[in-house]
C-alpha cells in the first residue's frame, strides 16, 4: 500500500466529483475511515452516504479535523478554507490525479484511456468487456454506468481500467501499461495555451506506456497520429477513413442510427459488430475498445457480445422518455466537435423536429472556442441557449450566452436566448409537437432541466 501506517483517515474535498467519488469507494473498501466536503448535495453524495461515509455541506474549516490526509481536485484553489485549515494544522496534501496515479500504480495492467472526447463511452466498453471476460477489473469511470452498479468497480486482479483526463496534465500522474488516445482537439483552454501545449502533453503521456506495454491511437485523427514516434512500446492504430491497424468497414445503421459493421485487423475479418447506442462516432470507440482486448487475448465472442450489451452511460445520448410523443434525451456533450457528432447521431433517430438545448461551460471554453461554437447546432431544428456554467470560474464579463445567440444566429437563423430552466420547460411543453426530440446538451446542471421538461409535458 502507497500510504504510511500512520494514515487512518482520508478527506477527499470535492467528494461528490465522479472521480473523487470513486477513490472514497476504493479506499473505504481498503478499510479506511473516509470522509468528505462538497458545495452542494447531489444523487452521488447520497450514494456515497449510504455506505456510511460522512459528507460535510459546504466547506468549511472545521470539516477536516481528525482527517491524516487530504485529497482534494483540480478545482479546488488555494483560498478553500479547508485547504487553509489543512496547511495550517500540517495535515498532508494529495492532489486526485496524483492519488489515482498511486493507487494505479500497485496494478500490473493499468488501461487508460485517453482523448478530448469519447473516454466515458470508450472505457465503459472496455469495462463491459473485460468484466464479461472474468477479468475481475479494478474500474474508475467518469460517468455512471448500470453494468457495474455507477462509477466505480472494485475487482481482486491487476487489472485497472480508467480514464485518462489530459486537464492540468493530469494523467501525468498515471502508471499505463495500455494507452488509448481517440482523439486529440483544442479545448481545456484555461490551462492550455494552444494546441501544441495539448500535443506535447499527450506526448508525455505516450511516454508513460512502458515498452512491454502498448499504445493504440484513432488514425482518423491527424493530431493524436502526430504522438506515435513518440512512443517507447508496440502501437496499433484504428479508424474509418485511414488505413489503420483495426478497421470498420460495411457500415450500416439501423432505424434508430445504430450501427453494425465489419471489423477487419491487418486485412483479416474480424467478424460482423453491432451497438446498441447511435453515431458514427461509437464505433471508432468500438474499434478502441476491441485493439485492447484483443491485445490481452479476450476472444471475439465475448467483445462481440459485450459491445451488443452496453446501452451507453448516464448523459451520453441517455433517452429520459417520452411524453405525448415527444422524446426528451440528455446528453454530456460541452465541446463543439461534440455537439457536432451528438446532433449528426440524433438526426439519424426518427424524430419530426430536433430541439438542443445548450448549456456552455466555462467561460474560458466559450470565449476561446467561440466561432466554433456558432457552427455546430447546424443540425438542429430549434436551439436554444442559457446561461453559461461557470463550473471553477468567476465571470469576468467578458462573454455571454446572449454573444453566442447573436453570432450563431447568423449562420443558422434558428437560435434564441433563455435564462430560466422553468421558462424553457413551459416554452418547450407549449412548442413541440408530437415527433419532436428535444435534447438537454451540456456538462453543467443542465441536466436537471430533461426531468422538468417531461413534466410539463405531462402536466
Known sequence: MFLPNNIKTIHFIGIGGISMSGLAEIMLNRGFSVQ????????????????????????????????????YTSAVKDDNPEIMEAKKLGIPLMGRATFLGKIMKEY????????????????????IIFKNSNLDPTILL???????????KIGKSPYFITEACEYMGNFLEFHPFYGIILNIDEDHLDYFKNIQHIKDTFIKFVQLIPKEGCLAVCADNKNAMETLPYAKCSV??????????????????????????RIVKNGHDMGIYSLRIPGLHNVLNALSAFAVSDFFGISK???RESLMEFKGTHRRFDILGTV??????????????????????????????????????TYTRTKSLFKEFTCCFKEADHVIITDIYAAREKDKGEIHSRDLVEAANKVSGNVMYMKNFDDIANYVAANAKPGD???????????????????????
Open 36 to 71: 468528505g466536503s462538497d458545495i452542494q448535495e447531489s444523487s452521488i453524495i447520497r450514494k456515497l452516504k449510504s455506505h456510511g461515509i460522512k459528507v460535510n455541506i459546504p466547506q468549511k474549516a472545521e470539516n477536516v479535523h481528525g482527517a491524516d490526509l487530504i485529497v
Open 108 to 127: 500490473s495492467y493499468g488501461i487508460a484511456i485517453a482523448g478530448c472526447h469519447g473516454k466515458t463511452t470508450s472505457t465503459s466498453m472496455v469495462s
Open 142 to 152: 467518469g460517468g455512471e454506468l448500470d453494468a457495474i452498479g455507477g462509477n466505480v
Open 236 to 261: 496499433v492504430t484504428f479508424g474509418i477513413d485511414n488505413e489503420a491497424d483495426y478497421m470498420a468497414k460495411d457500415i450500416e445503421f439501423d432505424n434508430f442510427g445504430r450501427p453494425s459493421f
Open 301 to 303: 465472442d465475448v467483445i
Open 324 to 361: 405525448n410523443g415527444i422524446t426528451v434525451i440528455d446528453d454530456y456533450a460541452h465541446h463543439p466537435t461534440e455537439i457536432e457528432v451528438t446532433l449528426s447521431a440524433a438526426k439519424k433517430f426518427p424524430h419530426n423536429k430536433l430541439w438542443c438545448i445548450f448549456q456552455p461551460h
Open 437 to 459: 426530440m428535444v435534447m438537454t446538451v451540456g456538462a453543467g446542471n443542465i441536466t436537471e432541466l430533461g426531468p422538468i421538461i417531461l413534466e410539463r409535458l405531462r402536466g
